[in-house]
């Protein structure tokens, strides 16, 4: 599983950066994108994994080597089943292992409905830490992605949700989500950034007086 500072290097980074810029300087909006490596620690999900494996590392031991039998370079091995389940926590030491480096291992064991839950969660916990909702005119919106879970989240403060409207910002949301799985990450993105910027335009337009109050810079989490 590749890490957000992975997938975002010096290039990719100046490119978001740039795609920030220009957005705003159609907009008084402020556009904060942050990319995770991922949103929630799935311990259920590594475990069961574990389980698992070390179950059927234990029946494939035990169908293997039942009993003593014959082979061409003489007698086989054999092994009891309480020599054989042994093998469970070795199993479950392994796939917890597996799990937690190979994510769609993880994304396998974990209900769709939970990811959501922590890609939200870890959201709303981005929009506070960068002071999203610090901005003068409470104009400042969040491109969240998580890249374990392949989500986005798309969240404004109330002057923007006022003025732009839910479905709008649901309408970004969507089209970055889809976009991840077709496209590569910074080109989804940058897509994403501009599509706001038009949309925020039209109803926020930037003023004369306007000041950066935030950062032009893409924020990696984890």
């Known amino acids: 599983m590749k890490r957000a500072h992975q997938v975002f290097g010096l290039a990719e980074r100046k490119r978001i ?3 920030v810029a220009a957005a705003e300087a159609k907009t008084s909006a402020e556009i904060v994108p942050v990319v995770a490596t991922q949103s929630g620690r799935y311990d259920r999900a590594e ?3 574990g389980l698992m494996l070390g179950l059927a590392l234990y ?3 035990w169908l293997a080597f039942q ?3 014959e082979v061409a370079w003489g007698t086989g091995y054999t092994i009891d089943w309480w020599h054989a389940l042994l093998i469970v926590p070795a199993g479950f030491a392994l796939g917890v292992g597996l799990a937690s480096r190979v994510g769609w291992l993880t994304m396998l064991f974990t209900p769709a409905a939970e990811t959501a839950a922590e890609v939200q969660r870890a959201a709303r916990q981005a929009f506070f830490d960068q002071r999203v909702h610090h901005t003068a005119g409470s104009s400042g919106l969040l491109i969240y992605v998580s890249l374990l879970e392949h989500r986005a989240v ?3 403060d109330e002057e923007v949700t006022a003025r732009l409207g839910q479905a709008a910002l649901d309408e970004i949301c969507a089209t970055l989500t889809g976009a991840l799985r077709k496209q590569p990450v910074p080109e989804a993105l940058a897509a994403a950034i501009a599509q706001a910027g038009e949309k925020l335009g039209a109803v926020l ?3 004369g007086d306007d000041r950066n109050e ?3 810079v893409l924020v990696l989490v984890g």
């Open 17 to 19: 950066a740039e795609a």
């Open 47 to 49: 475990d069961a994994f």
């Open 59 to 61: 029946v494939a031991a």
């Open 67 to 69: 009993g003593p039998r």
């Open 154 to 156: 798309v969240l404004a």
């Open 205 to 207: 337009p930037r003023q």
């Open 214 to 216: 935030l950062a032009d």
